[in-house]
Structures are given as C-alpha cells and as structure tokens.
T-cell receptor
Framework: AQTVTQSQPEMSVQEAETVTLSCTYDTSENNYYLFWYKQPPSRQMILVIRQEAYKQQNATENRFSVNFQKAAKSFSLKISDSQLGDTAMYFCAYSGTQGGSEKLVFGKGTKLTVNP | DSGVTQTPKHLITATGQRVTLRCSPRSGDLSVYWYQQSLDQGLQFLIQYYNGEERAKGNILERFSAQQFPDLHSELNLSSLELGDSALYFC??????????????FGQGTRLTVV
C-alpha cells in the first residue's frame, strides 16, 4: 500500500522568507500524481500544486514550487516570500491507480506558521 | 468557494445515534469521495462513488454506509455512533472517473461531535 510521510509536524518562518516542507512516499507504481494541499483555519482543503510523476520538470505555481525526486521518492514544497496568509496545515498527498482506486493518500500534515 | 456543498456544517449527537451527512458535488462532477479527518488518524479515505455506483472503498467501518443518488448528490450514513467517530468529514468531487486526471474540489466539511 502507498504511504506518505511528512516528518515535520510543525514549522515556522518569518514573513518574506523562504521555507521548505518535506514529504516522502512509498509506492511500487510508475505512474502517479503528487499533491500539496493547504488547510487554513477555515478548514477548507485547497489544492496548492500538483506534479505528474512522468514529468521531470518540477511544477511551479507563483510562489510555490516543488522539488520532485522520483528515484528518492521525495516531494518537497518550497514557499518563497512567505506571507501571513500562508499560515495553515499543509498536506502532501499521493494518487495512483493501484487496486482500481484513484483515492488520495495523505500524510499527517505540517503545521506552518508565518510570523510577522 | 469550491462549489462543493456539505451540510450540515456542525453536528452534535449522542453515542448510539445515527446521522446523515450530505454532499452536493460541483455542477458536472460525476465522482464523489468521502474522507474522515481526525486528530490521531489524519485524513483517511472512506469511499468513492462515480455516477451513482461505488467505485472504491477505503477504511470505512461497517457501521458507515454511503450512496450517490441520480442527481449525483451523496449521503454518508453513520450509525451506532461512538465517541471515536468524532471527526471532520470531508466530501470531494471531481469531473472524471480517474482523480489523477482532474482536480478534486473539497467541501468545507462537516464537524461531527459525538458526546
């Protein structure tokens, strides 16, 4: 079964600085997708960025970028120019097709606090 | 606003009771997914429906059941509730059968408290 591990339960960063959240996963599949979701205090799950495993180029969305290392099964999220509104729980998630399900498998999350 | 509507937002009930959580997917989305978020277990996949049929089942207890209706809204039924069932229950929807090909949109969740 696929597993997703986020080893940093909590992190903090100063406003305008850069922070990197770590994520590793385990799978025997070759084709899959990886996601970072943000959950602010409002509880809404918001997709931040996604990466297709067959693409070598790292995905980028404005201030958010990933470092995808397929061989190492690593998928970290870099947030540049951190803003107060980035304060939230961040979840790394995996989606494949093994077992006939495209469900999302989530990590335990990293609580990020951006300090003024 | 994701376009996915979950009702109610909050629910408080006693042990042993039965509740129904409702989810209306985004217009045009055929797939509905249910997830449970608890403090100790994180976000766990419960079940997926596609166009009215069960597509995949995850860590869903036998006391829980779900269905998707012809108008594509879905209901999650939780019975014989226990204190440990207290959690945030999310519904997500996507356009296609395969989540990997389309973005999943999450509702705001239903906070269930069992007392």
């Amino acid at each position: 079964a696929q597993t997703v591990t986020q080893s940093q339960p909590e992190m903090s960063v100063q406003e305008a600085e850069t922070v990197t959240l770590s994520c590793t996963y385990d799978t025997s599949e070759n084709n899959y997708y990886l996601f970072w979701y943000k959950q602010p205090p409002s509880r809404q799950m918001i997709l931040v960025i996604r990466q297709e495993a067959y693409k070598q180029q790292n995905a980028t969305e404005n201030r958010f970028s990933v470092n995808f290392q397929k061989a190492a099964k690593s998928f970290s999220l870099k947030i540049s120019d951190s803003q107060l509104g980035d304060t939230a729980m961040y979840f790394c998630a995996y989606s494949g097709t093994q077992g006939g399900s495209e469900k999302l498998v989530f990590g335990k999350g990293t609580k990020l606090t951006v300090n003024p | 606003d994701s376009g996915v509507t979950q009702t109610p937002k909050h629910l408080i009930t006693a042990t042993g009771q039965r509740v129904t959580l409702r989810c209306s997917p985004r217009s045009g989305d055929l797939s509905v997914y249910w997830y449970q978020q608890s403090l100790d277990q994180g976000l766990q996949f419960l079940i997926q429906y596609y166009n009215g049929e069960e597509r995949a089942k995850g860590n869903i207890l036998e006391r829980f059941s779900a269905q998707q209706f012809p108008d594509l809204h879905s209901e999650l039924n939780l019975s014989s509730l226990e204190l440990g069932d207290s959690a945030l229950y999310f519904c997500a929807s996507s356009a296609g059968r395969a989540l990997v090909n389309t973005e999943a949109f999450f509702g705001q969740g239903t906070r269930l408290t069992v007392v």
